[in-house]
Structure formats: C-alpha cells, structure tokens
C-alpha cells in the first residue's frame, strides 16, 4: 500500500523535494523548505511532576486559554504510579496507566491536547536530589529540551525549586529543576547538538532538525505552606474573577478541569455538581480554596525587559529587545577557591541550590533560613559541608544546640576529617512525639550546629524546624 502510494507520488511529482526541475523551472519557482511543526508551537509550556500538578496553574491557565488565547502544552515528569488510590482498586503501575490518562482528560478540558509524559518515577521525599536520582536526570533533562525547541514556548511554568516548610514535595522540586535547566540549554547548539542538526538523509533516523530555542520567560509555582512570602515576586491573578467567555470564575473552570482526576480528588465530581449560588459559599469558607487568592507566578527569569510583577506576556513582542543582564559572572567556580580557614554550610539539597542558583542566575525566592518540616517522632538530617584546605586532615569539633528532648543520634562531637577540599558530614536528631494538643500549639524550633577547629570558630549552620502530624520523608 505505502510504495503504491509512493509510486504515486512520484509520479504527480509529489514527493518532497524528489521532482526533477528542469533548468528553465529551476529559475521561475523556488521549492519550499518545509518549517517546524505548528501545531505544537506553545505560548506556555508548563512542566510538572505528577498528574494533577497542573491544578497548582489552572486557574491562570483557564484565563490564558480561554480569554487570552494562549496556546498551553503540559509536560508531566511521572505518571502518579504511586501513592493511594481513592477511587477503585488498582495501584502501582496499573494505577500509573490510569492516572495518565486522568491527565490527558484533564488538560484536554482546558482545550490542552499537547501533553506529554518524561520517565521519572515517583519518588515519595522532600530530597530533591533522591528524585534526580531515581527519575534519571540526564536522560529526562535530554527528553525535556527536546520538547522545549520542538514547542518553542515562549513562557514556561513550572514548580518553584527550592525547599520551604510545606508538602516540599522532592519530585516537585525536581520538575522545576528540570525546567530551569532546559530554559537554559534549549538555545544552546551544544547542549544534546543531535537534537539540532539538519538532517542528511531522507529516512534520517539520528539528526533530529529542530533548531535551537530560547523561551523568554520563565514562572515558579510552589507548595509552600505559607505563600505570602511570595507576594511582590511576579504578577497576581484573582481566582474569584469571572471568565468573560466562559461566564464562570476561573476558580470553577479549575475545579472542573481536576473532575478527571478521580484516584486522587474524588470530591470534584461532588462540586461541580454545585449551582453557582452554592459554589460562591463553598468558596468563602478560606479553608475551600486551594489556591491563594490572588495567586502569584513568581519570576524566575525573563529575557524581555519588563516589571517583574508585569502581566506574564508583558515584553514579549516581535523584535522585543533582549535583556541581557541575565549573563550574569560565573561565582559557581569563585565560590569553589579553598577557604582560608574551615567553614561549615549547609549540605544537602540546601547547598544544592546555593550553587544551581548561581549557576542559573535565577535570584528566586527561598526561605530567610534554610527550613524544613518533619513529622514528630521521626529523625530529622542537618547535612552539613565542610569546606578546608584539601592539603591538610583536619580535627573538627560539632556542637549541636536543640530543645532538651530532641535525641541528637549522630554528627556531634569531634571528627578527623580527610585530606579533600570538602568533607559532607551529617547531624541526625530524633524529634519528639507529640499528643495532638501539643502539636497544635507547637511552634517552628531553631536547631543550631557549630563547628570549630583549632579552637577556632568554623562557622555554624541554623535549620529552622517545624514539627507536624505528617510529612514527607525528609
Ligand atoms: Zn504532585
């Protein structure tokens, strides 16, 4: 069928680029170079860990697709496979097949249909570097520019990167980490350089032909507890404000968009089959909105001018003048000179991000102290590095300052560190059980770690420490 087909072709001269031209031709037509595909040309990429994440945007996103007419694709990094399933029976991969397709149903009821899903498998902790890990970071961060130059958006969306007191969800963390990095590599002719060549043959089968992509802007959403602290670091949009074509608030768009996501918010069915005077009530009890009104987009990047709490398309014009600040002076390798003397830092994902910060210029926001929430009764991690003279073993001493019945475990006291310009050390404490009163009125507590050596101070490290009922593994 297909070489009948072909034969055809070539005999209307409908084969691309197959017809032969004859001189006289060769002057009076030109042959068409065929462009990228159009129909996957985004305005907004958003990239997400879990199906159901996009409900951290939907609210924005309804007013960007049905008012705006913005063009919104979605990448997923995982399928959801794990987790509970508050619908019907099946779990783990047979719940993955499933949640997929919760997904797919959801966005395509915001009119989304361009949605794809990366490998990463689930990975249930607050550890941004244990879902690296698992999910395999390079081979997804490859998947994931991919997508980037063949939708060459010019807004991508994604999970704020950084560790809060919150669900901090790890694989969150993940997905934003992620997206920066393919914000950053997608118009880089060296980063994956095979995804950006022209093809040489006509049955090409490695060079892929997209070409490099630069997205302008890029927005951070985050599952911390206290989303105030965001406020002023992007532009905000009322939930409550009705849709003029849709004649409905995008809050409820929202609510109706997540009606798919059975094994996870059963509840959506019960609320869309609300009357509007029911739903306004349902949404004036404070505790009933799952997002902040107005919800902020935190600027992560932009390399259009503009104010940050500008609308999301604010500069985003043709021939808009790029804003090159953004190259900014790499202090990654400044930071990694050998210190004059010991110092302690904090380790862990936390120094992770010191570094991905600088290294991708993105001053996004973090906590005034490094935080984090655990639940009561469990152990709780202090990574620390120590940074000395890799020449030199060095005779370090650990004290740790917390409340009388926190059980410090492991890291205090003296250690003989080895010759390495860096040593990761880590302090382990058991936090208390507490009775529901106590955890009611239970305040964050501030646990300090300091080293010296030489009997001189090495610096200390503070880790804010809020205890809760349930947590993510830390
Ligand atoms: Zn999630």
Redesign the pocket.
């Known amino acids: 069928m297909k070489r009948a087909l072909m034969r055809m072709a070539v005999l209307f001269g409908l084969a691309g680029g197959s017809a032969i031209l004859l001189p006289a031709q060769q002057a009076a037509t030109s042959q068409t170079v065929k462009g990228p595909d159009e129909r996957f040309k985004t305005d907004i990429l958003v990239v997400?860990?879990?199906p159901?994440?996009e409900g951290g945007v939907t609210p924005y996103l309804a007013r960007a697709i049905f008012d705006e007419h913005k063009r919104v694709a979605v990448v997923f990094a995982t399928r959801?496979g794990s987790g509970g399933n508050d619908y019907s029976r099946e779990h783990g991969p047979a719940l993955a097949i499933i949640r997929e397709q919760e997904a797919r149903t959801a966005c395509a009821k915001l009119g989304i249909t361009n949605v794809w899903f990366l490998d990463g498998k689930d990975t249930a902790s607050q550890n941004v570097l244990n879902s690296l890990s698992n999910w395999g970071h390079g081979a997804n961060l490859e998947a994931l520019v991919r997508i980037v130059r063949a939708t060459r958006p010019e807004v991508m969306i994604t999970w704020l990167p950084g560790v809060f007191i919150g669900?901090n969800?790890g694989?969150?963390q993940a997905a934003g980490v992620l997206a920066t990095e393919a914000f950053d590599m997608a118009n880089d002719p060296t980063a994956f350089p095979a995804q950006v060549t022209g093809a040489t043959k006509r049955l090409e089968l490695y060079l892929e032909n997209l070409t490099p992509w630069q997205p302008k802007k890029l927005y951070y959403f985050s599952?911390a507890d206290d989303q105030k602290q965001f406020d002023g670091t992007g532009p905000a949009y009322s939930i409550k404000e009705v849709s003029p074509s849709q004649k409905k608030s995008y809050v409820r768009l929202a609510l109706e968009a997540a009606t798919p996501h059975l094994t996870q918010f059963p509840q959506a069915q019960e609320l869309q089959k609300m009357t509007e005077e029911q739903f306004k009530k349902f949404l004036d009890d404070p505790n009933n909105l799952f997002w902040p009104e107005p919800m902020t987009l935190i600027l992560g990047k932009s390399w259009v001018n503009g104010k940050a709490m500008g609308d999301v398309f604010e500069g985003i014009v043709p021939k808009a003048t790029w804003n090159h600040n953004l190259q900014c002076p790499d202090q990654f390798i400044e930071h990694r000179d050998p210190p004059l003397q010991a110092a302690v830092e904090v380790g862990g994902s936390w120094g992770f991000y010191k570094a991905f910060r600088l290294k991708h210029c993105t001053p996004t926001p973090e906590a005034k102290m490094p935080e984090i929430a655990v639940k009561a009764g469990s152990n709780l991690q202090i990574p620390l590095i120590v940074r000395h003279d890799y020449g030199e073993t060095l005779d370090l001493q650990i004290n740790v300052d917390a409340p009388a019945d926190w059980r410090i475990q492991q890291g205090a006291g003296r250690l003989a560190l080895p010759k390495e310009g860096g040593t990761d050390l880590i302090v382990e404490i058991l936090t208390p059980q507490l009775s529901k009163e106590q955890m009611a009125k239970s305040a964050a507590q501030t646990i300090i770690v300091r080293a010296s050596a030489g009997g001189r101070s090495a610096g200390e490290v503070r880790l804010k420490v809020q205890l809760k009922a349930s947590a993510l593994a830390q």
């Open positions: 997400v860990a879990h159901d994440d959801g669900e969800h694989d969150h599952d």
